[in-house]
Nanobody
Framework: QVHLVESGGGLVQPGGSLRLSCAAS????????MGWYRQAPGKQREWVARITSGGSTNYADSVKGRFTISRDNAKNTMYLQMNSLKPEDMAVYYC?????????????WGQGTQVTVSS
């Protein structure tokens, strides 16, 4: 099993930056794709960005050009650099990982970290 812990959320003014981290532990040898999702109050959870084990990345249109996803496989940690933050970016951000174990694939979620964008 893979355990994920997010950190780095907080309060930032519009136009500001934050960097989220997601540390993985447990059956990390089977880690595959990892990603970030977010959920704003009263809205469904939405996908933000994805990074493969090889480092290929994809972004939702709403964050493209402002957010950068990366991962340090040596540290078993994924990051989300968020620049030019907007009030509509305010949400709880969750990290997600797909991992394999004994030939089967599983998904794991972190507990979430709050990002508040407000002046």
């Amino acid at each position: 099993q893979v355990h994920l812990v997010e950190s780095g959320g907080g309060l930032v003014q519009p136009g500001g930056s934050l960097r989220l981290s997601c540390a993985a532990s447990g059956s990390i040898f089977g880690l595959n794709n990892m990603g970030w999702y977010r959920q704003a109050p009263g809205k469904q959870r939405e996908w933000v960005a994805r990074i493969t084990s090889g480092g290929s990345t994809n972004y939702a249109d709403s964050v493209k050009g402002r957010f950068t996803i990366s991962r340090d496989n040596a540290k078993n940690t994924m990051y989300l650099q968020m620049n030019s933050l907007k009030p509509e970016d305010m949400a709880v951000y969750y990290c997600n990982a797909v991992y394999s174990n004994a030939g089967a694939y599983y998904t794991s979620w972190g507990q979430g970290t709050q990002v508040t964008v407000s002046s």
